[in-house]
């Protein structure tokens, strides 16, 4: 069997020879050669007496031999799904095996079916088949077909799945009779193939698939079909132009004769809501709308609960959670707008996870450095920072490093806080293993794939579920690319933001310096002698000094971080990502609406720390602690037996505008 370059007529002749119809129970063999003995021989037998057994008792009668072929328990049974063709073709064999001859062959078939059989020629011995009506080439390697070719008898031509990108081939020298051309799934583009789609190529044809190519100019190519005057079926989804708002009542009110438009009946209603449509083709805009929607998130565990309390050096840490997706870019657009003054950002990816290349100026390096907290063991439960938090699934490979991009320990911790506390300058590293962790590192998935522009929805603090109001609104008039990411699809992520703070100038824990301790002891006990209740008083005034001091970092302080803290590159991890396939858009769908199910990263462990914290700043005053205390206890309890981990999931819709009315395309022109 050939591998490549094989013509439909070899392919043809592959299929007879895998029907056995010379071999038995076919043919002729030892099985029924009585049958078809010489006239003479016959002749001959016709004086022996009738009482005496005519034939070899070892020979199948005619009944016996098609019951082997027909029944579908016999191993010579022809496989499920054979054609009509080929039942018939196996029973003539037994019945009458010397007609199958060539000419036979060539006079008999009016379909022929040579579907996925790596034909790329449609070579001349196809003239052969005199009354050929349906040639069905689908799925094969064909690139240019020679019309002449083909036989002029055809009605039916159907060549999908093929890589042909031009029609030009097809218009030589056409069958003049055809009715139905199948050139769906290939790669017919650009704005000349209108040309070839005319009554002058096609005058018969009532039915037409351009599906899925990648036909861009709507108004050029129905243009050219409203000449075929006896169309009544078309296909034409799966192009980039039927992206467009206006795509189906524009091809309606084009062609008046139209019964169906991709596999959808038009009605008498749609004919006449876009009534005049046509007339307006030169001004109507030549792009796509689309309106993507990001709904709520829930499950999303709440790290902050894992942190300890901040000391007076900090790091004060807070945390912001959002969702990414990638969207076509468009260079000859106007690009993606706000809907409702809904804020949304182009994201540029933070120092991350994933590293960077090798290159950083080092006078960047020592403002990159992220101190990592020193958490005692007794904070954070075993079962809490277990692998559980962050299933394998839901975080990559490259974000199962610690939150921190710079790995550092307890003690080198203590030195760099100590440094940044007296005003110092962070030490260079002094190898090359230093230098590699303190480059920034970038999470994969926080990139755009090439060609796309990643959007994100404002970024919102932690809630159990999280309601991210998003909705933009994208204008693309580059539909070829365009079409390449719908059958792509788009890639959702949940980020969660992590930003260490620190104070700009240390609070002074002792207010005596410790340079006058030192300075005549001797003379200050002296002194104090007489002055000792003096001095009460004065250290009683430095304790309540202390303590308003404590009680305004505790309440004022805090609404006056952001002027007094200097902030830390945010660190990023992905909580979650997911593919959404946007292909139900080409094929006519209007909006794509799914759940994104990320798996279960919350753990009991994280969701009681959650649940302890709510119930404590629900707390008014603590007498009512006290009264609360059995219910708070009782209520954990059935959490604890009741308890199912909530899946992170995040809502999306993808919608593609269409117009209803030729009203409101017209108003959507003058918008």
């Keep these: ?46 004086l022996i007496p009738r009482e005496e057994v005519v034939g070899s008792p070892g020979e199948e009668t005619v009944e016996d031999l098609l019951g082997l072929v027909c029944s579908p328990h016999s191993p010579w049974a022809l496989l499920e799904g054979s ?42 011995d196809l003239l052969k088949f005199s009354k050929l009506e349906e040639l069905v080439l689908s799925a094969n390697q064909i690139k240019e077909i020679d019309a002449a070719n083909l036989p002029p008898t055809l009605k039916v031509l159907e060549l999908y799945g093929n890589s042909i990108s031009s029609m030009e081939c097809l218009c030589v020298r056409p069958p003049a009779g055809l009715q139905h051309l199948g050139l769906g799934h290939n790669k017919l583009l650009g704005p000349s193939q209108s040309l070839y789609v005319t009554a002058r190529h096609w005058p018969n044809l009532m ?3 351009l599906g ?29 132009l039927a992206l467009v708002p206006y795509y189906r009542g524009f091809t309606i009110d084009s062609l008046a004769g139209l019964c169906a438009l991709d596999d959808v009946t038009v009605s008498p209603s749609e004919k006449h809501q876009f009534r005049g449509l046509s007339r307006s083709g030169d001004f109507l805009a030549h792009e796509a709308q689309f309106v993507v929607t990001i709904g709520s998130v829930t499950g999303v565990l709440d790290t902050s609960v894992l942190d300890p309390e901040p000391g007076p050096q900090g790091p004060f840490i807070t945390y912001s959670y959002y969702v990414t997706y990638d969207f076509v870019e468009d260079e000859e657009g106007e690009g993606s707008e706000y809907v409702e003054g809904v804020l949304a950002e182009i994201v540029k990816p933070s120092p991350s996870v994933e590293q960077l290349g090798d290159k950083i100026p080092e006078e960047v390096i020592p403002k990159e450095v992220i101190p990592e907290e020193v958490i005692p063991e007794e904070v954070i439960p075993k079962e809490v920072i277990s692998e559980e938090v ?53 999470d994969l998935q926080l990139c ?22 998003y909705e933009m609104q994208h204008r ?33 824990v002792d207010s005596p310096l410790s340079t006058k301790k030192g300075k005549g002891e001797k003379d200050k006990k002296q002194k104090e002698k007489g002055k000792k209740g003096k001095d009460g008083n004065n250290k009683a005034a430095a304790k309540g000094e202390k303590e308003t001091a404590k009680e305004w970092k505790g309440s004022k302080k805090k609404r006056e971080l952001p002027k007094e803290l200097r902030q830390d590159p945010p660190i990023l991890r992905v909580l979650g990502s997911g593919r959404v396939l946007l292909e139900p858009l080409l094929m006519g769908e209007p909006l794509v609406s799914t759940v994104c199910n990320f798996g279960v990263i919350r753990t009991m462990e994280s969701d009681r720390l959650t649940f302890f914290r709510e119930s404590k700043n629900k707390k008014a005053k603590k007498a009512g602690e006290t009264r609360k205390s059995k219910p708070k206890f ?8 009741d308890y199912q981990p909530e899946p992170l999931t995040v809502e999306v819709q993808i919608q593609l505008n269409q117009c209803r009315s030729a009203g409101e395309a017209l108003r959507m022109l003058a918008a």
């Design 448 to 469: 755009p794939s090439p060609g796309t522009v990643l959007f994100s929805t404002v970024r919102k603090p932690w809630a159990d579920v999280i309601q991210c109001n």
């Design 390 to 442: 962050i299933p394998e699934e839901v975080i990559p490979e490259e974000a199962k490093d610690p939150v921190e991009s710079v790995p550092t320990t307890t003690s080198q911790s203590a030195e760099m806080e100590e440094s940044l506390a007296s005003g110092g300058s962070t030490p260079l590293p002094t190898s090359a293993e230093e230098l590699a962790k303190l480059r920034p590192r970038i």
């Design 1 to 46: 069997m050939e591998a490549r370059g094989r013509t439909v007529s070899a392919a043809v002749q592959e299929h007879l020879r895998r029907l056995c119809l010379h071999e038995f129970p076919c043919g002729i063999g030892s099985w029924n050669k009585s049958r078809f003995l010489p006239q003479t021989w016959r002749s001959w037998r016709e």
């Design 212 to 240: 899925f190519n990648a036909l861009t100019d709507l108004q050029s190519v129905v243009g050219s079909l409203s000449s075929l005057r006896r169309l009544r079926l078309l296909v034409l989804q799966g192009n980039p």
């Design 83 to 124: 054609s009509a063709e080929d039942r018939f073709l196996r029973q003539l064999a037994i019945q009458n095996p010397r007609m199958l001859k060539d000419t036979f062959f060539y006079s008999y078939f009016r379909s022929l079916q040579v579907v996925d059989k790596q034909v790329s020629l449609v070579d001349k």
């Design 476 to 508: 693309l008039r580059d539909l070829v690319p365009l079409k390449a990411f719908l059958l792509a699809g788009t890639t959702v992520t949940v980020v969660e933001e992590k930003i260490l703070s620190w104070p700009v100038v240390p609070p002074l």
């Design 207 to 209: 039915s037409l698939d």
């Design 634 to 641: 009782s209520a954990v309890s059935v959490y604890d037996s």
